[in-house]
């Protein structure tokens, strides 16, 4: 494969800042590329936190046109990789308390449309080779709608570069009034509905749905349902129309952060061939969420947004079925505060067996991984997951709704797939309260009184290959792909 020049354009990256798994693609996708032997640099804003965090950062100072301030580029390495790291330094806009889009309270940022479109700017500049760098590359690759007006400002230029679009989850637009495109100075080819007016208001991921060269998703599955109405949020025919210029390509894993034999959060290693450490690790869990110590018990790990996307309310509907049957179930997220309180109150009713942390610990994330016997994902809508891939390298069983990237990654156990030592998960089709129960009853099941096919479903799914290796060669397939239909 050819050597490439890549910026990769994220407003999240780990171990910087984390929101959601944008950022651990971003972590960790572009590492992969360099092990292929791509030039390939990260730029994301210059958030208060990720500055705290970043390595070496030297810096240069530019002026971009429509933009009164004077932008510093910090530039460095991405801590743990060989990868050069590009910060876009507006104070005005990144030197804040809070998260990346939203403040303290958790509400949106009011000025996230002048503040990504300030990022999109800088991006371009350094992409047209304007920022001072001496560099500029064949590939930009973007990511959701924060970056989404990058390839319609590069529009104007075909033949410099190209440009690729993936949407992580097409939920998100990115919508904002449509005074904003006057406040923001947008070039006026911009407007209309072949450009970034969406329902009388502008879109900044019509952007990268328009414009970009190729269009990617994070997962196979996921780039046919957002073509349809229920998965497409309005967005269906003009993906649709450009349904040649899309496809889908499934997240991969970074095993060096997820690996049971080695994980630092773990008291007890373990892997395929030695699982006695996983059962320390589920007493360990037990212990510190407060349940019981008993080995009988199924416990069940719930780690995610704590949102009706997620099918938190199925988790909800099916605790007192759990209850009964004498299953544990350990909970880490925060989100909805309706959905916060009942599983808190779910928690304070059944002390012996349901426990939850409102929050987000990445120590606690990984002992979940490592000490829950399976996994619970109902999710209404999954572009990819990870979490249900974790699960599979920890011999954590999962149970998930075919959808997304859930559907490609994890095999039902019925008689077929055990038989070819296949099965990997249990899977439902419906968002429904039956549906789910139906599922976590045949784990149960398996788990108590089939012991042989439990450790094979263990032993199948810890063998399962979903490394950034195989996604990098799929990413350099779909930038050669770019670079071929540029400008069209």
């Known amino acids: 494969m050819a050597s490439n020049t890549i910026l990769f354009v994220t407003s999240e990256v780990y171990p910087l800042i984390k929101t959601g798994g944008l950022a651990d693609v971003a972590g960790s996708l572009p590492a992969a590329l360099k092990a292929q032997r791509q030039d390939v640099r990260i730029i994301m804003p210059a958030y208060r936190g990720a500055m705290r965090k970043a390595e070496k950062l030297g810096f240069a100072s530019f002026r971009m046109e429509g933009v009164p301030e004077t932008v510093r580029l910090l530039e460095g390495r991405l801590p743990g990789t060989s990868v050069r790291l590009l910060l876009v330094d507006s104070p005005a806009h990144f030197d804040r308390p809070g998260g990346p889009y939203m403040d303290p309270d958790g509400h949106d940022w009011a000025d996230n449309a002048e503040r990504f479109a300030l990022f999109a700017r800088a991006v371009t500049a350094v992409a047209l080779n304007k920022a001072e760098l001496d560099w500029q590359p064949d590939i930009v690759h973007c990511n959701d709608w924060q970056s989404g007006l990058v390839p319609a400002l590069l529009a104007p230029y075909p033949k410099r570069l190209s440009s690729v679009f993936t949407v992580h989850n097409l939920a998100y637009h990115g919508f904002f009034e449509a005074a904003k495109f006057q406040s923001l100075k947008?070039?006026?080819?911009?407007?209309?509905?072949?450009?970034?007016?969406?329902?009388?208001?502008?879109?900044?991921?019509?952007?990268?749905?328009?414009?970009?060269?190729?269009?990617?998703?994070?997962?196979?599955?996921?780039?046919?349902?957002?073509?349809?109405?229920?998965?497409?949020?309005?967005?269906?025919?003009?993906?649709?129309?450009?349904?040649?210029?899309?496809?889908?390509?499934?997240?991969g894993v970074d095993y060096k952060q997820w690996n049971p034999a080695k994980d630092p959060h773990l008291k007890h290693h373990y892997d395929i061939h030695h699982l006695a450490g996983k059962a320390r690790n589920k007493q360990q869990l037990q212990t510190q969420f407060g349940l019981p110590q008993r080995t009988s018990p199924p416990l069940l790990g719930l780690v995610g947004r704590l949102v009706e996307q997620k099918g938190i309310d199925l988790v909800l509907s099916i605790i007192p079925q759990l209850v009964r049957h004498d299953v544990q179930l350990v909970i880490l997220g925060s989100g909805d505060k309706r959905f916060q309180a009942e599983l808190q109150q779910a928690a304070k009713l059944h002390p012996g067996h349901i426990a939850v942390h409102i929050g987000f610990s990445e120590t606690l994330a990984h002992r979940i991984e490592g000490g829950a016997d399976m996994f619970l994902m109902p999710s209404r809508f999954e572009p990819c997951g990870l979490n249900q891939i974790?699960?599979?390298?920890?011999?954590?069983?999962?149970?998930?709704?075919?959808?997304?990237?859930?559907?490609?990654?994890?095999?039902?156990?019925?008689?077929?797939?055990?038989?070819?030592?296949?099965?990997?998960?249990?899977?439902?089709?419906?968002?429904?309260?039956?549906?789910?129960?139906?599922?976590?009853?045949?784990?149960?099941?398996?788990?108590?009184?089939?012991?042989?096919?439990?450790?094979?479903?263990?032993?199948?799914?810890?063998?399962?290959?979903?490394?950034?290796?195989?996604?990098?060669?799929?990413?350099?397939e779909l930038y050669q792909t770019a670079l071929e239909k540029r400008g069209g």
């Open 390 to 476: 974790y699960s599979l390298r920890y011999g954590t069983v999962p149970i998930v709704r075919r959808t997304g990237g859930l559907a490609d990654t994890v095999v039902d156990a019925h008689d077929e797939t055990i038989a070819q030592k296949r099965a990997t998960g249990f899977v439902f089709d419906h968002a429904a309260h039956d549906d789910l129960w139906r599922a976590t009853q045949r784990a149960i099941s398996v788990f108590r009184g089939q012991p042989k096919i439990w450790q094979q479903l263990i032993a199948t799914g810890m063998r399962q290959d979903f490394s950034w290796k195989q996604s990098a060669k799929h990413y350099l």
């Open 186 to 251: 947008l070039p006026s080819y911009l407007w209309g509905v072949d450009g970034l007016e969406f329902h009388g208001g502008l879109s900044f991921i019509k952007g990268g749905l328009v414009f970009a060269d190729m269009i990617s998703t994070v997962s196979p599955t996921y780039a046919e349902e957002i073509r349809t109405p229920h998965f497409g949020h309005g967005l269906d025919g003009l993906l649709n129309h450009r349904a040649e210029r899309l496809t889908g390509i499934l997240n």
